[in-house]
Structure formats: structure tokens, C-alpha cells
């Protein structure tokens, strides 16, 4: 990356850009930050990266009020209208006031000032929740059944809101107990998660969920083949659970079978899979061809401590510590922007600065810088 790169402030992006989902007109991979066309930090308000591999990719960027989209649109996650795939952010039609955006493995979330949540993309489970399945919607509709929600998020195949009055409703598939409701059973419509309340902010992970309570405590449910649900097990739960240790959280990142969690002293904790190194562990033996330890409960990551904005991917994760962007783990595709594609389990440098925000794809293996 070059210093005019970093001076002109546009958004970065690294690693997997099979479906275009590095935003720069091309469909190739990038080892290292390249900026984004026509779109600068500065009027980026949020970002969020979807995709369930390298080749499904798509992100959604919330500028002002509205929605730009760019990547992979096989089954209409960009929200045009279309299903051809985009190399460039190009603005989501349909969408207006909106203040949360998320992406899921191929399909999309937005929510307005209002509280009503749209839904477009990918459909098998019923994930867009609109009482169907087995088809997909190329463009937003609004998801209904649901009081006034503050907060969204998607996961691979299903989605949760965050109402108003501290309840969370949950829809898509539920083979792995994502849905908390009980079941295992998909819905195509909003279902409340059970015995959730007062709760703070919600986080999705490929297969898995979290909860921030409003005293600072996580819930988790869902998959727990890596223990991604740090309740000291292995086994998945259909109703939300107790993350172990934790507490005083204010913040609850979830990757795809990895989470972190910030306390309100800047002190990180992690779990769940860990076997590039996510979890920065000083005790793990880092040669090659060593395997590393999953975490059924959470470590404290003394490395990450005080970090301003950190991110999960699906094997790798990221994070501006003093202003400083450092990234770690699984490095297939050079999503780790270091100009190799050689895994690091400890942290490296990148050269960017003046950057507040960093961001992963939920699966596909990119990294984007804001």
C-alpha cells in the first residue's frame, strides 16, 4: 500500500476477491490494502462483509442514510433487482433512514430509524423472514411480525433482532440450535429467543449467537462443535446459556466459529476455535504443524488489550490497537494484507494508519479497513 493510498482516505480491502468483494473492479485476490473505488472513509457511517466462502463474498456499507452493496449477487444479496455480481459498490435500491445494516452468508438485513427491518438475498431456510422458503428476493421487503427493533444481525443462514424493550427474535434455519428457541426446527418467521431480556446489544457467528446482557454478562447458543459458546463444552444448545468468566463486557464480537468479547477496562477475552491462532495465545506452541488448542471458555488475550476496534473472520482476525492495524491467523488468500499468503499466529503489522475501524467477512476470507 502506498502513502497517497492512506492520505486519500478511501476504504481498504485485502485477501479473497473471487466475486468482486474487494470493491475495486476486479475479481481477483489482493495481499495487500488497495483501496476501494469511489468510496471514501469518510462517508462510511458502517460496514459489514457477508459470504460463506471466498467465491460468495459480498459486503453492504452504510454512507449517510443509505446502502451501497458490491461482491457476489448469485442470489440477489446486493439488493438491485439482479443477480449479476458487482466489482464496485453501487447504492442499494428501496432503502432510506437506515441506522444498522448486516450481512449474512447470502443474504442482507437493514434497519431504519423507525425499527422496521428489510430483508433481501438468499432464502432456502426461510432466513429473510417472510413466512416462505426455497426462494430468494432480489430486492428489500420488510420483515414483519416483530415490535420496534434497535439492532440486527445475520449469520450464515439465519437472522436476529434486537427489539426496543430488550427481547430477541430469531428466524432462518435452526438445525444447530441458532434460532434459541427450543427447537431445531427453521422458521420463516420472527420467533422469540428463549428467555432473553434486558439485553444490550446481539452478535451472529456462522451457526451461533451471542447476547450482551445489561449488566455486562454473554449469552450464547447455537453451534458448539469448536466452543464457540465458552460455556466449557462441546455441545450445542437450542436455548440461550451462560459465557463462562466473563464479565463487565461491553462489547461481544462473533466470527464464524470464533468470538471476543471487550470488558469495560479494554481487556479482551476469546473462544472458540483456535486453530490458526485466533485466540493470540502465548502458551500454544506456533510451529507449523502444531495444533492449536480450541477454547471452550474464554482466555484473556493480553495482546489485544485496549484495542479500539476488533474484528473476527472465519479463521483469521484483525484489529486498531493505538492506532496501529494488526492482523493474525489463517492467511490463504493474503487476508491478512501482509503481502504473503503465509498464516501468522501471532499479530502483524500493517502499514496503514488514521484508520478507526476494521472489519471481516463473516465467511469469505477479505478484510476492509475504515
Excluded at 464496485?88 to 425499527?115: F, Y
Excluded at 492482523?327 to 502483524?348: D, F, M, P, R
Aim: zero cysteines; a negative charge.
Amino acid at each position: 500500500m502506498t502513502d497517497a493510498q492512506t492520505a486519500t482516505g478511501s476504504v481498504l480491502s485485502w485477501g479473497a476477491g473471487d466475486a468482486g468483494q474487494l470493491g475495486n473492479g476486479t475479481s481477483t485476490d489482493s495481499y495487500s490494502p488497495a483501496s476501494v473505488t469511489s468510496l471514501l472513509r469518510a462517508d462510511v457511517d458502517q460496514l459489514v462483509s457477508g459470504g460463506v466462502d471466498a467465491t460468495s463474498g459480498f459486503v453492504l456499507a452504510r454512507t449517510g442514510r443509505s446502502v451501497k452493496s458490491w461482491g457476489d449477487n448469485v442470489a440477489g444479496q446486493l439488493g438491485n433487482g439482479g443477480t449479476t455480481d458487482h466489482a464496485v459498490p453501487e447504492t442499494v435500491p428501496r432503502l432510506s433512514n437506515i441506522k444498522d445494516i448486516a450481512a449474512g452468508g447470502m443474504h442482507a438485513l437493514a434497519l431504519d430509524t423507525s425499527g422496521q427491518v428489510y430483508s433481501w438475498g438468499d432464502n432456502p431456510y426461510g432466513q429473510i423472514g417472510n413466512n416462505r422458503t426455497g426462494d430468494h428476493r432480489t430486492t428489500p421487503d420488510r420483515v414483519l411480525g416483530m415490535p420496534k427493533v434497535q439492532q440486527i444481525a445475520a449469520g450464515s443462514d439465519f437472522s436476529l433482532a434486537l427489539l426496543e424493550n430488550g427481547k430477541v427474535y430469531a428466524w432462518g434455519r435452526g438445525i444447530h440450535g441458532q434460532l434459541g428457541n427450543g427447537s431445531r426446527a427453521t422458521s420463516s418467521v420472527p420467533r422469540q429467543v428463549t428467555g432473553l431480556e434486558g439485553i444490550a446489544a446481539i452478535a451472529a457467528g456462522g451457526h451461533h449467537a451471542l447476547a450482551l446482557t445489561a449488566d455486562g454478562t454473554v449469552k450464547s447458543w447455537g453451534y458448539n462443535l469448536y466452543g464457540q459458546l465458552g460455556n466449557s463444552s462441546n455441545k450445542s444448545s437450542t436455548v440461550p446459556v451462560d459465557v463462562d468468566l466473563v464479565e463487565d463486557v461491553s462489547t461481544i464480537i462473533a466470527g464464524a466459529h470464533h468470538n471476543y468479547a471487550i470488558t469495560s477496562n479494554g481487556t479482551v477475552w476469546g473462544w472458540g476455535n483456535n486453530h490458526y491462532g485466533q485466540l493470540l495465545k502465548a502458551d500454544e506452541n506456533f510451529d507449523t504443524n502444531v495444533s492449536r488448542t480450541n477454547r471452550t471458555t474464554p482466555v484473556e488475550i493480553a495482546r489485544l488489550k485496549d484495542a479500539q476496534s476488533l474484528t473476527a473472520g472465519p479463521r483469521h482476525g484483525a484489529a486498531i490497537i493505538g492506532g496501529k492495524v494488526v492482523t493474525w491467523g489463517n492467511n490463504e488468500e493474503g487476508q491478512l494484507g501482509n503481502g504473503t499468503t503465509t498464516s501468522a499466529y501471532v499479530e502483524v503489522n500493517l502499514t496503514a494508519t488514521g484508520y478507526t475501524k476494521v472489519t471481516t467477512s463473516l465467511g469469505s476470507n477479505t478484510t476492509y479497513l475504515h
